[in-house]
């Protein structure tokens, strides 16, 4: 995004490579908000060491996004800027490695 706006906005492949070099040499520390999803985890933990603030976004207390009639992942990311922008980002609890592991597993052993 142009102009003096703190915040930007760019499309990056979806690899670790890329989220790395994203956040790793802003002259600035930088906030973020990442939408949960089924594979959020590799995400979080790549960025949150880079970020002064990382947040952890619940798209079902989002009802703007629930709600809208074009869902695309631009207006997603969008919307999530400007609740992160005005401190008005529904977030969710985000547990701790150990935790998140124990829960794979018994994710994996129920679709089994």
């Known amino acids: 995004m142009g102009g003096s ?6 499309r990056i492949a979806t690899r670790r490579e890329e989220l790395v070099l994203l956040f790793a040499n802003r ?13 959020w985890y ?5 960025i949150e060491p ?17 709600e ?3 869902k695309t992942d631009h207006i997603d990311a ?5 609740l992160l922008r005005s401190d008005f980002l ?9 935790t998140r592991q124990k829960r794979e597993l018994l994710q994996h052993r129920v679709s089994l």
Do not use: G, H, M, Q
């Open 27 to 39: 002259p600035e520390p930088a906030k973020a908000a990442l939408e949960t999803t089924r594979n």
């Open 68 to 70: 809208s009639t074009v």
């Open 90 to 98: 529904p977030t969710c609890y985000v547990p701790d490695v150990e």
């Open 42 to 46: 590799w995400a979080y933990d790549t």
């Open 5 to 10: 706006s703190p915040f930007e906005r760019t």
């Open 50 to 66: 880079l970020v002064e603030e990382l947040k952890l976004a619940s798209p079902p207390k989002i009802r703007v996004i629930a």
């Open 78 to 82: 969008k919307v999530i800027v400007d």
